[in-house]
């Protein structure tokens, strides 16, 4: 099992940017691909951005690539993930997790098994 802290969120203007981190402790972080997924009042959580264990392959949601960049530091075990040009739909409980299993990109939440308490971002036009 892995625990996971997310930090960063807040309140930014349409138009400004976030940086959100995770980090993790307990299980082996650098072997595991992680994910960012948030959820929005009266909406499904969905997949927001997920990192392979090696940094070397990411994925997004149509609704935030070019604007939103996931990476990790494995020296850190802590995963980022910096949001540009934050629109009012953006606004949501972002939560990091980490895959069940090691290596492999997954996107679907139920892959994940650890999850982190969350934090608020919130874009005000």
């Known amino acids: 099992q892995v625990q996971l802290v997310e930090s960063g969120g807040g309140l930014v203007q349409a138009g400004g940017s976030l940086r959100l981190s995770c980090a993790a402790s307990g299980r082996t972080f650098s072997s595991y691909a992680m994910g960012w997924f948030r959820q929005a009042p009266g909406k499904e959580r969905e997949f927001v951005a997920a990192i392979s264990w090696n940094g070397y392959s990411t994925s997004y949601a149509d609704s935030v690539k070019g604007r939103f960049i996931i990476s990790r530091d494995n020296a850190k075990n802590t995963v980022y993930l910096q949001m540009n040009s934050l629109k009012p739909e953006d606004t949501a409980f972002y939560y990091c997790?980490?895959?069940?299993?090691?290596?492999?990109?997954?996107?679907?939440?139920?892959?994940?098994?650890?999850w982190g308490q969350g934090t608020q971002v919130t874009v005000s036009s």
């Open positions: 997790a980490a895959a069940l299993r090691p290596y492999g990109l997954p996107t679907d939440p139920a892959d994940f098994g650890s």
